[in-house]
C-alpha cells in the first residue's frame, strides 16, 4: 500500500548548524510533497511544499529537494534556530483526496 | 483570509459519555474537510474525510462518526466514549484540487 517513510525520527544539531530531514514514498503517482511543522500543543503547519514538476524549491532558510526517479524528497533547514525546535511531518499526495503522513521527526536546537 | 476554528480547546469526558466536536471553515466554500487524530507523541491518523455536504468517507472501524450539515462546518461525534478515544483531534480543510490541507488548533480529549 501507500506509504511514506521519515527518517530520522530524532534530530539534536546546534545552534547555527543546518538540519536535514529525508522522506522516502512509495506511490510512484504520487505528485505534491509538503512538510509541516507542529510545536507543542498546536496544529500542524504547513512550511513549504513542492509538486513533481520541480526538483528544488526554496523559502529563507528552508528548502525541499525532491527526487522523482528515487522516490525520496528532503528538507534542509539552514542556520538553525531555536525556534526552529518542533515535531517536523512530511507527507505525500495519494489516492482519495488524502495525504500520506511520515511518522514525524523531533528536532532539538541546542544552544 | 480563511480562518479555521474548532472548540473546544481541551475537553475531559467520563467514559461511555456521548462526544461532539465541531470544525468550522471561513473564508472559502466548498472546501475538502478531514478529521484526523493524533495519540500523544505520534503521527497523525485520518479519521473522516469529505468533499461536500452530506458525504462522509471513514478511514478506520471506531465508534467515532463525522457530519457535514453545511458547506464549512465538519462535526466529529461519539456515542459512548472509550478510553482508547483519547487524543489530540485536528480538523484540517483543502482547497479543492489542491492536495493542501490547513490544519486548524485542534481538541486535546481526556477519557477518563
Known amino acids: 500500500g501507500e506509504n511514506v517513510e521519515q527518517h530520522p525520527s530524532t534530530l539534536s544539531v546546534q545552534e547555527g548548524d543546518s538540519a536535514v530531514i529525508k522522506c522516502t514514498y512509495s506511490?510512484?503517482?504520487?505528485?505534491?510533497f509538503p512538510w509541516y511543522k507542529q510545536e507543542l500543543g498546536k496544529g500542524p503547519q504547513l512550511i513549504i511544499d513542492?509538486?513533481?514538476n520541480v526538483g528544488e524549491k526554496k523559502d529563507q532558510r528552508i528548502a525541499v529537494t525532491l527526487n522523482k526517479t528515487a522516490k525520496h524528497f528532503s528538507l534542509h533547514i539552514t542556520e538553525t534556530q531555536p525556534e526552529d525546535s518542533a515535531v517536523y511531518f512530511c507527507?505525500?499526495?495519494?489516492?482519495?483526496?488524502?495525504?500520506?503522513w511520515g511518522a514525524g521527526t523531533k528536532l532539538i536546537i541546542k544552544p | 483570509s480563511q480562518t479555521i476554528h474548532q472548540w473546544p480547546a481541551t475537553l475531559v469526558q467520563p467514559v461511555g459519555s456521548p462526544l461532539s466536536l465541531e470544525c468550522t471553515v471561513e473564508?472559502?466554500?466548498?472546501?475538502?474537510l478531514y478529521w484526523y487524530r493524533q495519540a500523544a507523541g505520534r503521527g497523525l491518523q485520518l479519521l473522516f474525510y469529505s468533499v461536500g455536504i452530506g458525504q462522509i468517507s471513514s478511514e478506520v472501524p471506531q465508534n467515532l462518526s463525522a457530519s457535514r450539515p453545511q458547506d464549512r462546518q465538519f462535526i466529529l461525534s461519539s456515542k459512548k466514549l472509550l478510553l482508547s478515544d483519547s487524543g489530540f483531534y485536528l480538523c484540517a480543510w483543502e482547497p479543492q484540487g489542491t492536495d493542501t490541507q490547513y490544519f486548524g488548533p485542534g481538541t486535546r480529549l481526556t477519557v477518563l
Open positions: 473564508g472559502t466554500s466548498n472546501p475538502n
Open positions: 507527507a505525500a499526495s495519494g489516492s482519495n483526496y488524502q495525504l500520506i
Open positions: 506511490d510512484s503517482a504520487s505528485n505534491y
Open positions: 513542492i509538486r513533481s
